[in-house]
């Protein structure tokens, strides 16, 4: 999954302009026309209360340089219609493997701390993988990573090949290192419970 940081957290910078769980609410307080007549807007907001003390709320600091950048890719992919080329310097896998392996030292081996900070960059990596081509881009950037993401499926198809094509080569060139040619009769009970299952 190739991408830069800046384009696969494009979500953050709406999550920053207002972090309150209830943000554009006020549209959703309106009243709306049903078959039997007007619903009250207080309805809706009772109801809307009682779900939004439900969700978990994160809060998450983003450093000023990096809502810039945040913003600049904003502008660049919605206003001005540019894309950021592809495959991109590091993947977000790469990003979150660099993360790991310089902060890991921060934490004791075999400590529930250091389980916890694994599960938090393995699954930034799975959200990733699951939601780039979804939620994380912004939907000018969804066709270039979906014609990306086909030409790497096709790339990885005939590398796979090749790989395979090498492998059989090189076990014919060893297969009498790993294969046997010396078999033994397998007893009747055991042909009789083999047949059975």
């Known amino acids: 999954m190739e991408m830069r940081l800046r384009s696969a957290s494009k979500k953050m910078k709406a999550a920053n302009s207002d972090l309150s769980p209830n943000h554009g609410s006020e549209q959703q307080h309106a009243t709306h026309t049903t078959g039997r ?8 907001e009772i109801e809307n209360e009682e779900n939004s003390n439900q969700r978990p709320e994160v809060h998450n600091h983003v450093p000023e340089n990096l809502m810039a950048l945040l913003v600049d890719d904003w502008e660049n992919i919605t206003s001005k219609k540019c894309l950021v080329a592809l495959p991109a310097d590091y993947s977000a896998n790469e990003i979150l493997t660099a993360y790991f392996e310089e902060e890991k030292h921060k934490y004791r081996l075999g400590s529930a701390e250091a389980y916890l900070f694994l599960d938090a960059v393995t699954g930034c990596k799975d959200y990733f993988e699951k939601c780039v081509g979804r939620i994380l881009l912004y939907t000018f ?3 270039q990573y ?6 790497l499926e096709e790339g990885k198809g005939c590398k796979l090949r090749g790989e395979m094509a090498k492998l059989t080569k090189w076990l014919g060139k060893n297969s009498n290192r790993f294969f046997t040619a010396e078999y ?4 009747p009970q055991y042909a009789e419970k083999a047949v059975e299952e």
């Open 37 to 44: 007549g007007q619903k009250r807007g207080r309805e809706n």
């Open 141 to 143: 950037e969804r066709q």
């Open 184 to 187: 033994e009769k397998a007893s």
């Open 146 to 151: 979906a014609e990306f993401r086909k030409l």
